[in-house]
């Protein structure tokens, strides 16, 4: 009942900046913490970036200063602005957002989505 649409990635020059934006809808009774992994080839994936309902933020430290997260609570939709891009920073980044919802006997639970991944790719 929960959809998460990413959109904003693409192909970029070292130095270039994009932004991603991952909205969601359907039955959503509040939201917990929205963040931003990354997936490069023959890699596990990491989290980028994370926050929380109360606007706490934690960065991965290679992307400290040069990525920057946010949320817009009326839209349910969180972003990352990517600047000063490496080629180090291509990567499937995914959307994860986590949802407190009733369960079928109305108890409050918490339920992490994820995104279906939007290329980022920096060229040299």
């Known amino acids: 009942q929960v959809q998460l649409v990413e959109s904003g990635g693409g192909s970029v020059r070292a130095g270039g900046s994009l932004r991603l934006s991952c909205a969601a809808s359907g039955v959503i009774f509040s939201i917990n913490r929205m963040g931003w992994y990354r997936q490069a080839p023959g890699m596990q994936r990491e989290l980028v970036a994370r926050i929380v309902s109360g606007g706490s933020t934690n960065y991965l430290d290679s992307v400290k200063g040069r990525f920057t997260i946010s949320r817009d609570n009326a839209k349910n939709t969180v972003y990352l602005q990517m600047n000063s891009l490496k080629p180090e920073d291509t990567a499937v980044y995914y959307c994860?957002?986590?949802?407190?919802?009733?369960?079928?006997?109305?108890?409050?639970?918490?339920?992490?989505?994820w995104g279906q991944g939007t290329q980022v790719t920096v060229s040299s």
């Open positions: 994860n957002v986590q949802i407190r919802n009733g369960d079928t006997m109305g108890t409050m639970r918490l339920y992490d989505y």
